[in-house]
């Protein structure tokens, strides 16, 4: 019964350049959370899907940052034309349709923006 | 704004001691509140409270909800080296997380 999936696991960009985030959640969950933890901070949310729905971004800085969860496949977190400011731990969580079911997380990718 | 405020933000302690954790918050649209454990990798999922006063034990943690004060606290009983971690506080608004900054256990033998 695997887990949530993330890759890749580090990602290395030079500024400018795209970075593209996977996530595969639990078997049987329907519902994706993107959170970003910069050091020595705690995570923060970013936004919220169901398939091919966006539930809730108010997290996600409104340029450069965008996110989708097609009907087949994983979610994609995407960011482009990274800063160093983006330099980070990106972390994806699922959970069942359930009201009141716990977030379960990936192993996260950490981006670092050379 | 919402906000999950965690205390103390690190705490040294020696194996066998008991230590408790503090998180209180301000956050509209609540549904529960949500512990986790962060050893450098993935938060792992220790404890969900819902309801005020109903504790959930879980081995030597357990942990408590009081709606009405807006606070939790999780305890954990003769600590070991290997409770050494960030713990996370997380308060479910309408799906959203809103995190605490976490708490540093050390632990020491």
């Known amino acids: 019964n695997a887990g949530v999936m993330q890759n890749p696991r580090h990602l290395v960009r030079r500024r400018g350049q795209e970075a593209r985030l996977r996530c595969s959640p639990m078997?049987?969950?329907?519902?994706v959370y993107w959170y970003r933890q910069l050091p020595e901070e705690g995570l923060k949310f970013m936004v919220y899907?169901?398939?091919?729905?966006?539930?809730?971004e108010s997290g996600m800085p409104k340029e450069r940052f965008s996110a989708e969860f097609p009907k087949e496949g994983p979610s994609i977190l995407r960011i482009q034309q990274v800063v160093r400011g983006d330099s980070a731990a990106y972390f994806c969580?699922?959970?069942?349709?359930?009201?009141?079911?716990?977030?379960?997380f990936g192993p996260g990718t950490r981006l670092t923006v050379l | 704004e919402d906000k999950v405020v965690q205390s103390p933000l690190s705490l040294v302690v020696h194996e066998g001691d008991t230590v408790t954790l503090n998180c209180s918050y301000e956050?509209?649209?609540?549904?529960?509140l949500l512990w986790y454990k962060q050893e450098k990798k993935a938060p792992t999922f220790l404890f969900m409270l819902?309801?005020?006063?109903i504790e959930k034990k879980s081995g030597r943690l357990s942990s408590i909800l009081d709606k009405k004060e807006l606070f939790s606290i999780l305890n954990i009983t003769a600590t070991q080296t290997g409770d050494s971690a960030v713990y996370l506080c997380?308060?479910?608004?309408?799906?959203?997380?809103?995190f605490g900054k976490g708490m540093k256990l050390t632990v020491n033998p």
């Open positions: 956050v509209t649209n609540f549904r529960s």
């Open positions: 078997k049987g969950h329907s519902h």
């Open positions: 819902t309801s005020s006063g």
């Open positions: 899907l169901q398939k091919e729905n966006i539930i809730d």
């Open positions: 969580a699922s959970s069942s349709h359930l009201e009141y079911d716990e977030q379960f």
């Open positions: 997380a308060v479910d608004g309408k799906g959203k997380l809103v």
